[in-house]
């Protein structure tokens, strides 16, 4: 009965469908089509072994590409500051290129610093300067109470102050100080880059590293020397690598930089007296 009905259905003309074409009596063909079945995937030859070196072309690449839809790539505009690939260009130097940057900022009378910078200021220098500075300052001010309270049998209590307190002087001086500049600059239509003063202000606190190392000295004059000659080298540095470009501003770019010279100068005086003056 089954049988019959596959019969009647084989030799019907069923709407909508393609009839089969009977084979030659006596001759029965069979042919394969060319197929990519043998790979996988069956896709062209991608994913096949081969004895080139390297991995298949097909293989996962998830995590060496974006994201698809990510935010990254389209960022434009202000959206783009709020981005870490906005700040990576600036975080890209060598030892070297720091290593130069600190040197010449040590000598501060040679102003070509701003030179030197201008295709690629960096803000690497300046984070771990201002950071250093921080630990420094807060490390050697522990220590010296520490040392002076045992030596006088007094009961020691460390103050997290000195920590809060210098990280808020070198880290708010070196950014507010250089954007406000940035905006009396622009003011004065004679404009610079935000990150090359940021980058210029940085290194110009360096010199403030050793004279806080020369501060366990226990001579006085000794503290206000040392004091003065950092306050002196880091003004005179900031204050000629910006002289030639400031002397643009017109008339007023005398008021401009010796505002700049006394601003650094007055930073070494609250360093002497808050930092260099260790007391028990």
């Not at 909508?16 to 029965?28: I, M, R, T």
């Not at 991608?46 to 298949?56: R, V």
């Not at 040679?110 to 201002?130: N, V």
């Not at 010296?144 to 030596?151: E, G, P, Q, S």
């Amino acid at each position: 009965m089954m049988s019959s009905n596959y019969t009647a259905i084989d030799n019907q003309n069923v709407s909508g469908s393609v009839p089969a074409v009977a084979d030659p009596p006596g001759q029965v063909a069979v042919k394969f089509t060319d197929s990519n079945l043998q790979t996988f995937p069956p896709s062209s030859s991608q994913g096949k072994i081969s004895g080139a070196s390297g991995p298949p072309r097909d293989a996962d690449d998830t995590f060496s590409k974006p994201v698809s839809g990510s935010d990254e790539p389209q960022q434009s505009g202000w959206f783009r500051a709020f981005t870490i690939a906005a700040y990576k260009p600036y975080f890209d130097v060598d030892t070297s290129d720091v290593l130069e940057r600190i040197k010449d900022s040590l000598f501060p009378f040679t102003g070509s610093f701003s030179e030197k910078t201008a295709d690629k200021p960096d803000l690497y220098g300046p984070f771990w300067i201002c950071s250093t500075l921080v630990f420094v300052a807060a490390s050697i001010g522990t220590f010296v109470t520490y040392i002076a309270h045992k030596l006088q049998n007094k009961e020691w209590n460390y103050d997290i102050n000195l920590v809060t307190w210098s990280a808020g002087l070198f880290y708010g001086y070196s950014t507010i100080v250089p954007l406000c500049l940035f905006l009396v600059l622009k003011y004065f239509s004679a404009p610079s880059g935000l990150v090359q003063l940021l980058c210029l202000y940085g290194y110009s606190l360096f010199v403030f590293i050793p004279a806080l190392c020369l501060s366990l000295l226990p001579w006085e004059i000794v503290r206000w020397v040392v004091a003065g000659v950092a306050g002196f080298m880091s003004a005179t540095f900031v204050a000629l690598n910006l002289k030639h470009h400031i002397a643009s501003a017109g008339e007023r770019w005398f008021f401009i930089v010796a505002a700049i010279f006394l601003l650094q100068l007055a930073l070494a005086l609250v360093l002497r007296v808050y930092l260099f003056n260790v007391t028990v």
